[in-house]
């Protein structure tokens, strides 16, 4: 009966381990499993980005196509002018001083 009953703790005692490698392995695989998942959205989200980036390069592409684009990267790449161009400064306008107020003596002598 002894014999029995420690044949009986041991197997308990190995099956006991076995479960516990086993939940052991499956957090593994799922912490794995959790980071696969969170890089996959992270490459999804680098995946648009470089698309709309594409997208926009295209369309600079098809601008830079005509003359008029040409022109246009020449002329702010270089900062060259046309013959008979001229430049044009815009300068804004001087701020106008602002009335000042009179002391109160005089306000009260411009009423009479």
Known sequence: MRAKQLRQ??????LLLVGLWLVSSIWGIAGKARIAVSE????????ASLEERKAKLAANLAELDTSRGKDAAIRTTFGVAKAGEEVIVVVPPAPSPSPSRLPWWRRVLHWF
């Open 9 to 14: 703790g041991i197997v308990l005692g190995v």
């Open 40 to 47: 996959a959205e992270q490459a999804r989200g680098q995946y």
